[in-house]
């Protein structure tokens, strides 16, 4: 790794904790320039415009999630798998709830404008990751067969997705969000659907 490389994932990872910290539309350029002690116009030249920082952070967001919660030894069932698939979206929750705050905003604001950069490909792995555990599954008996496995885990997946994003959002708690505890809300959305799947 060069000194160009090495200068840029500190850049990456000074905006990372500012945006984790507040909104997407509060940090600017200027901003994560002080946070890193570089100027703007190093920053516009690796990354041209705020967007594609933002991009950036949200793929090293990703890749740390991956890293450090999907694991891919292969002493577990393909059930035991998918469980701790499903406990990720928990998992990130309880340890890092500004996580799906940074996902609202980054959706909100950049997700159209994705299609040809790296963010959507790093989103395959958890996909593959899901159908390979599906696949294992089956052949260890641990897992029914299902019509349609990608289209549950889309399902799935978007479901728990924004419902961490809506109990994680800062304001938007109404009464009846306030009468339960959150994190046995997603699990039981978790339990439903190991249930289906068992």
């Known amino acids: 790794m060069g000194f160009k ?19 997407i539309q509060e940090v600017t350029i200027k901003d994560v ?3 890193s002690a570089v100027g703007e116009a190093t920053i516009y030249r690796y990354f041209q415009t705020k967007e594609k920082l933002v991009t950036e952070v949200a793929i090293a967001l ?7 919660n999907i694991n891919e030894e292969g002493t577990a069932t393909g059930y035991q798998c998918i469980e701790g698939f499903y406990n990720l979206f928990l998992n990130v929750y309880i340890i890092h709830p500004d996580y799906y705050r940074f996902l609202t905003g980054f959706d909100s604001l950049y997700l159209a404008t994705l299609s040809g950069s790296e963010y959507p490909n790093a989103l395959d792995k958890f996909k ?9 599954g089956i052949k260890d008996g641990s897992l029914r067969a ?20 809506k109990l ?3 304001d ?9 505890n959150k994190e046995e809300e997603i699990r039981e959305v978790i339990h439903a659907f190991l249930s289906y799947l068992k």
């Open 146 to 165: 299902i019509e349609k496995p990608e289209l549950f885990y889309y399902g799935s997946t978007h479901s728990l997705l924004e419902l961490c994003k």
């Open 168 to 170: 994680a959002a800062l």
């Open 62 to 68: 990703q890749k740390e999630i991956v890293a450090s």
């Open 33 to 35: 320039a002080q946070a």
């Open 128 to 136: 593959d990751y899901f159908l390979e555990s599906y696949k294992a």
């Open 172 to 180: 938007s708690a109404l009464p009846q969000d306030l009468a339960i």
């Open 5 to 23: 490389d090495i200068k840029r994932a500190y850049i990456i990872e000074k905006a990372k904790e500012l945006l984790l910290s507040t909104s």
